[in-house]
């Protein structure tokens, strides 16, 4: 997340945010200047900076104006399914909306966001720190569901985490490639099947 304060009401910031988004989606994280930046929002630099530490944590925080992160918004969605024992509907959720959801603005700026963090250690960073934020409510939905029987107990629940990241930034690519993406009926039916697989053994039958 981005390590400066944020508060609450301020326009300035968030003409600047809308402007950010809408630069960084046109040229790129590389060309995108912050003078751009500021003379698209009607302000000098200053108050970029006044905001922001600089380009890599106006990205971030552009990210997060514009586009929530898939399993943020199923974590505000089925919070309560997850504590009632009902964590693998959240899992399952998470397969369904990466085929129906659009390749959109702040999906492009997170693209953007990969890429430039090769070449970016503070943008890296900042990336890190959201995908361990992540992980970290995720990993709190897996353990619900091995507590509840959904899912084996057995499983590592790390690697259940990076399958599910590896999943939705896979989409991510297809999307900015414009590739085909299946039907929502027989991807949850796939997805289904997998969660199927990977639940707990039934008991043998008593004799």
């Known amino acids: 997340m981005t390590n400066v304060s944020e508060p609450i009401g301020d326009p300035t910031r968030d ?4 402007a950010a988004g809408e630069v960084f989606a046109e040229k790129g994280y590389d060309r995108a200047g912050v003078q751009e930046i500021a003379r698209r929002a009607g302000f000098t630099t200053g108050a970029i900076y006044g905001r922001f530490r600089g ?15 898939e399993f943020d918004e199923l974590f505000a969605e089925y919070r309560t399914k997850a ?3 009902q964590a693998t509907e959240v899992l399952a959720s998470v397969g369904s909306h990466l085929v129906t959801d659009e390749f959109d603005n702040g999906k492009a700026l997170l693209l953007e966001a990969f890429v430039a963090a090769r070449r970016e250690p503070e943008l890296a960073e900042m990336l890190r720190q959201i995908m361990e934020d ?17 899912l084996d107990e057995q499983l590592d629940s790390f690697s259940v985490v990076r399958f599910c990241h590896a999943l939705a930034l896979g989409f991510l690519l297809f999307g900015a490639l414009g590739l ?11 997805i289904d099947r997998l969660i199927d697989a990977v639940a ?6 008593e004799a």
């Open 15 to 18: 003409r600047l945010l809308a």
């Open 55 to 69: 380009k890599a944590d106006l990205l971030l925080a552009a990210i997060e104006a514009q586009s929530q992160h």
């Open 200 to 205: 707990p053994e039934a008991p043998p039958p």
């Open 83 to 85: 504590s009632e024992g």
């Open 134 to 150: 992540q992980e970290r409510d995720l990993t709190l939905l897996i353990d619900a569901a091995k507590r509840s029987g959904g």
């Open 180 to 190: 085909d993406r299946p039907d929502p009926a027989p991807w949850e039916e796939l």
